[in-house]
């Protein structure tokens, strides 16, 4: 497989931008072998500096690289040969990383059988109405969390875990079939669950996200080996936790990980083997801080391409706070916080709200929900809550900004105690009339994943007493 970076000068207008591929030249090596070129034949948004690249067929993954796309690199060809085995059709996936930061921006099937061909890519992902069905059961065990691991680095693959014990899902391409497998997890004890996080921190990045798990007694990483089974990994993180984000905070390309513990942040760096050294004494003061409760990343400008941290605090009266990464993992308290949201700032999550290729967030209290536009001097408008008469939320348990329905912009999802509701950004960050999904009373987390093979996200549903749902995106 050779692959070319043929425009070394990247995009910076937006950060999402219709791209083509070419998937031309497949010479057969052998009876069994394909060799593939592909070609990126358009700028690549600005935002990405990596990407993975990985090919599935029969419902396997065959093959998934690595690659950065630093400017020295990015005119370089890469020669590597794949195995097809007996299928003649495969999927790619090219997904695009922002220091870590993981978003699929291409994707297109490609059939091996045809040997030349240029195939068009849509603008961001496959069109969905944003609209989802009625639920349908995944499990009975109560309380549980899900995750989802995109195709084709873990083709249909459902991660639903609680206290107890651990299983999988995993579909057909011709039809769905649920089939559950307590095998493929090994078993880990973290105490009462309060997230599961999917990424990949192999060292190097082997393109395979693995799962953290996060719970009142410690956490557990289990690691993917590429066809879905997962092994444990030791991890150097005693205490209880409430949350957790990884991204490359040291700058070196290897996944890092930043946990929240009741009395302030624990900060893991990946050393390149593998594993994770504890290495907290590097953050700053303002890291020892009361009443954290969530985290995400976010990129300030000016954007130095270092992920920024912004933590989430249940205490009442109290705002995020922003941490802006100085290299090597050295973090300050940014000089312009978000204005106070309500009474507290207890579930925060980012993404560009309006559109303007700067990193917005979103923040939920225990009295609604609303968001936080960035500026100019990474100086944060607002905070503009969202409230109308079809959205009126009860003490949320958590949110979620992504691209729902395709559309290139991204969407907000809400668990509050009333469901699951999700509200589509119509463009600039104006939000439509909420859906909440009927039956989804009793959530407490969420995650996105094409489970039923049509292309678009469905939506995953944990925390229920009578067990995991799914709903599948109509299009």
């Known amino acids: 497989m050779s ?32 060799e593939l070129s592909i070609h990126l034949n358009l700028p690549v948004p600005a935002e990405m500096d990596a990407f993975c690249l990985g090919l599935s067929a029969g419902g396997r993954g065959q093959f998934s690289q ?64 944003g609209q989802f069905g009625p639920l349908q059961r995944l499990t009975k065990e109560p309380g549980s969390f899900v995750a989802g691991l995109p195709v084709p680095f873990a083709p249909g693959l459902v991660a639903v875990v609680n206290s107890a014990e651990s299983r999988s899902f995993a579909y057909s391409q011709t039809q769905l079939q649920i089939a559950q497998r307590r095998d493929l997890f090994p078993q880990s004890t973290v105490g009462v669950l309060k997230k599961i996080l999917a990424a990949d921190f192999s060292s190097p990045r082997d393109c395979f996200d693995d799962l953290l798990l996060v719970g009142s007694s410690g956490t ?67 890291a020892s801080l009361s009443s954290p409760s969530s985290i995400a990343g976010i990129h300030l400008v000016p954007d130095d391409g270092l992920v920024d941290l912004v933590v989430g605090r249940s205490a009442p009266g109290v705002s995020p706070l922003i941490l802006r990464n100085g290299g090597a993992a050295s973090f300050v308290a940014a000089p312009n916080q978000p204005a106070l949201f309500s009474t507290d700032s207890s579930s925060v999550t980012t993404g560009d709200i309006n ?27 607002g905070p503009v809550e969202i409230s109308s008469s079809t959205f009126n939320p009860n003490s949320p348990l958590g949110l979620l900004l992504r691209d729902v329905d395709g559309d290139c912009d991204v969407d907000l999802s809400v668990v509050d105690s009333a469901g699951v509701h999700i509200l589509l950004n119509t463009g600039g960050g104006v939000w439509a009339a909420a859906q909440t999904i009927p039956l989804s009373v009793g959530a407490s987390n969420i995650a996105y994943v094409n489970f039923d093979a049509d292309e678009v996200p469905d939506l995953l549903i944990g925390g229920r007493t009578d067990g995991a749902w799914w709903a599948s995106q109509t299009r």
């Not at 207008?13 to 031309?24: C, K, Q, R, T």
């Not at 195995?83 to 059939?111: C, I, Q, V, Y």
Request: proline share 3%.
């Open 220 to 286: 557990a990483l289990w690691h993917n080996s590429g066809e879905g089974r997962f092994s444990a990994l030791p991890i150097p993180a005693v205490g209880s936790f409430l949350d957790a984000f990884a991204a490359d905070i040291d700058g070196d390309s290897d996944v890092d990980l930043v946990l929240v513990a009741s009395d302030g942040l624990r900060l893991l760096v990946n050393d390149g083997d593998g594993l994770m050294r504890d290495a907290t004494a590097m953050l700053p003061q303002e």
């Open 66 to 129: 690595h690659y950065p796309l630093s400017t020295a690199q990015s005119n370089q060809a890469q020669t590597l040969t794949i195995e097809t085995g007996p299928h003649a059709s495969f999927e790619a996936l090219l997904r695009g990383e922002k220091s870590g930061m993981s978003n699929t921006w291409l994707r297109r099937s490609l059939d091996l059988s045809v040997r030349s061909a240029d195939l068009g890519v849509e603008k961001c992902s496959a069109r969905g109405l």
């Open 355 to 381: 559109g303007d290729g700067l990193t917005d967030i979103a923040i939920a209290s225990a009295q609604g929900v609303g968001f936080a536009l960035q500026g100019t001097g990474a100086v944060f408008s």
């Open 3 to 34: 692959l070319f970076a043929q425009n070394s000068s990247r995009s910076i207008l937006v950060a999402y931008v219709a791209v083509g591929v070419a998937f031309a030249g497949s010479v057969s090596c052998s009876e069994d072998y394909v």
